[in-house]
């Protein structure tokens, strides 16, 4: 029996079709997975609203009326084309499967936390395209053909857009055992003031970020400004000069998540922390979402969501 969605009349026309098919109600209640008193109700109700019989009903074997023998060959050209129709669907949502797909990220985490996944996900979807675009503005998705935009922090005041939490992630202060050893580990963030600090430039805004902390004592939010002796506008070049040892950085820890976990580089001022910021997946507002694009946000999703260091 079709899935389409059809009224009771022609569903109903539909088993009538079907019962003379495999030529009795048991059988065609069989195929169907239903009650034979389910489909001999429904052929019933249909002749009883348009005032014909179908069927010659006896014990042993069915027979068409004149009216069941015009109406069969109709609904049986209705079947075929519904089965066709049915058929069509199926082959575009498979299609809709299969493509490219474009994302935008930031390219610090699009380096970090996508590639390494990459090639595992795209041997196993050979039929999807991938194509990223690096940056760390929020693109015009329309203009620019994006499906996904992989954004952090706040979506506010994107209209005609929905997003996906994919996961969320600490800002952390930093360095090397090596270069806390030689000038001291800070337990405030005015302490930052005599050490050096590595600074990251916003290309969006042209400044210098600030580093945000909160009172472990009274929640109060704490704006550190930094006066970096080092500056770079690229997330990785930042960190490597960070686990270098030349200063104190304020970073993402899913930049350095290695070498976090290895010790190369500690935390400090943990306590500090501020609440951890979300990463979402963006796309454009839409009544249908392809396939492709829904495998490839699952993909981001499973990416490695626990950022404990």
């Known amino acids: 029996m079709s899935t389409l969605s059809l009224s009771p009349g022609l569903l109903q026309l539909l088993w009538f079709v079907r019962i003379v098919e495999a030529g009795s109600f048991a059988e065609a209640a069989r195929r169907a997975g239903v009650t034979t008193s389910a489909i001999s109700k429904a052929l019933t109700r249909f002749e009883q609203k348009h005032g014909v019989r179908l069927l010659h009903r006896t014990t042993h074997a069915l027979s068409l009326t004149d009216e069941g023998d015009r109406l069969f060959g109709q609904g049986r050209h209705l079947l ?22 474009r994302i935008t990220a930031p390219t610090a985490f699009a380096r970090a936390c996508i590639m390494p996944e990459l090639p595992a996900f795209l041997h196993a979807h050979p039929e999807i395209n991938i194509e990223i675009q690096l940056g760390d503005e929020m693109a015009d998705l329309a203009t620019r053909g ?13 209209p005609g857009h929905i997003s996906r939490k994919l996961y969320s992630f600490p800002w952390i202060a930093c360095a090397t055992p090596e270069y806390l050893r030689l000038h001291g580990v800070p337990e405030t963030p005015a302490d930052l003031a005599g050490h050096r600090q590595i600074g990251f430039r916003n290309k969006g805004t042209g400044q210098i970020d600030n580093w945000r902390f909160v009172s472990p004592v009274n929640g109060k939010a704490i704006r550190h400004v930094p006066r970096p002796k080092h500056v770079f506008d690229d997330g990785e070049a930042a960190w490597s000069i960070v686990r270098a040892g030349f200063g104190i950085g304020w970073a993402p820890a899913w930049l350095g998540l290695d070498d976090l976990r290895s010790g190369h580089v500690v935390e400090i001022l943990k306590d500090w922390r501020i609440a951890e910021a979300p990463l979402s997946a963006v796309r454009l507002e839409k009544r249908h979402t392809p396939a492709r694009t829904q495998i490839v946000m699952d993909f981001l999703a499973a990416l490695p969501s626990t950022w404990q260091i």
Do not use: Y
């Open 80 to 101: 075929d084309s519904l089965e066709q129709i049915e058929t069509s669907l199926a082959e575009l949502g498979n299609q809709s499967a299969i493509g490219r797909v």
């Open 146 to 158: 994006i499906d996904l935009a992989i954004r952090s922090g706040s979506l506010v005041g994107l």
